[in-house]
């Protein structure tokens, strides 16, 4: 349950944080029902004097000369559209030097795929990174300068810290925990669910993310994973938006996930699904030798390599990796 307080906090966190020019022409593709599209992309823009250029759906030739034709110099996208625009052939017939700014939310975004989107789309243009839930309205965090792999420092008004997994204590600057938060943006609950909304948020006001990150001495937040999507190998944490960062930086990788598979021994093992390149013969043992070569030994893909036809996601980019836990559970 979001109040109107909640969200109209929200826009005026956005607002300071991300200065959007008068009559700025901005992307509206990302769908208005989902929080990103509705608070910060919606709202966001409008609030801001921009111009909202709105697109019903996503069809690669359609969003390209949208993004050519209308001269759009806003584009808040999500990583697999950046992926997109970072790999696929078709993008070097279109003219997309009117781009600014590139917001990216809703998914980890890795310094590799955003290096490779800024090397290739090298006139300037800026990748900030974005980072929230529904249950904040969603904005908690956001990149003003472009800072590779990170979310920025937190918004106006919020105040954040990193929790010992384990203990439950505080821990410091470049230590790895649970990121929890408070500000005026945080739900008023969980609809008709107070266990639910007790286990989100405790006692002293503090909103669980449920996601696993770190600040630097500067405040700035890298987000590494989900805190129960991290994969267990021999006692070690392996993340997997780690590795799918690496994997994508393949140049016969087009997309990817990786997910863990049980193993008796181990107690899971990192598995990659691998969509190839167009035109591209790259085989397992390519991909794994190439990971083997830059992780240490617990994040090697030992659980082998299965290509696929493409990766499952939700609407707003996320990797559905239930989806392919569950096709490895039949």
């Known amino acids: 349950m979001l109040t109107h307080s909640n969200i109209v906090s929200n826009i005026c966190q956005i607002d300071a944080a991300e200065h959007i020019g008068r009559g700025d022409p901005t992307l509206g593709l990302l769908p208005f029902s989902h929080i990103y599209g509705m608070t910060v992309v919606l709202f966001g823009t409008l609030s801001q004097g921009a111009k909202l250029v709105t697109l019903p759906k996503f069809d690669p030739e359609a969003f390209l000369k949208c993004l050519q034709m209308k001269q759009i110099r806003i584009a808040p996208l999500v990583p697999p559209l950046i992926l997109f625009l ?17 917001f990216s939310a809703a998914a980890c975004l890795g310094a590799e795929l955003t290096d490779e989107f800024l090397h290739r789309h090298n006139h300037g243009c800026r990748v900030l990174q974005g980072y929230g839930l529904t249950e904040t309205s969603p904005a908690i965090n956001t990149d003003t300068v472009g800072i590779s792999g990170s979310v920025g420092c937190l918004v106006p008004n919020t105040i954040g810290k990193i929790l010992d997994v384990e203990t439950g204590l505080p821990l410091g600057p470049g230590q790895e925990g649970e990121y929890c938060m408070k500000g005026p943006q945080i739900m008023k609950g969980y609809h008709k669910n107070e266990e639910a909304t007790r286990g989100m948020i405790d006692e002293d006001g503090w909103l669980h993310t ?8 500067k ?3 890298y987000i590494s994973e989900r805190l129960k999507e991290l994969i267990k190998y021999k006692g070690h944490q392996v993340s997997p938006a780690e590795l799918e ?3 994508l930086t393949h140049p016969g990788v087009a997309d990817a996930a990786v997910i863990g598979v049980p193993d008796p021994v181990a107690e899971e093992l990192p598995r990659a699904y691998v969509v190839r390149q167009p035109g591209q013969q790259v085989e397992e043992k390519e991909i794994v030798d190439f990971v083997e070569g830059k992780v240490s030994p617990a994040k ?11 990766i499952p996601k939700n609407p707003s980019g996320k990797i559905l990796r239930r989806v392919l836990r569950a096709q490895l559970s039949k």
């Open 245 to 247: 960062n690496l994997l």
């Open 219 to 221: 405040g700035v937040l």
């Open 86 to 102: 970072a790999k696929h052939p078709v993008v070097s017939k279109f003219d997309l030097t009117s781009i600014q700014s590139v």
């Open 210 to 217: 449920g996601d696993i990150g770190h600040f630097t001495e």
């Open 300 to 310: 090697r893909l030992r659980g082998g390599v299965e290509f696929v036809n493409e």
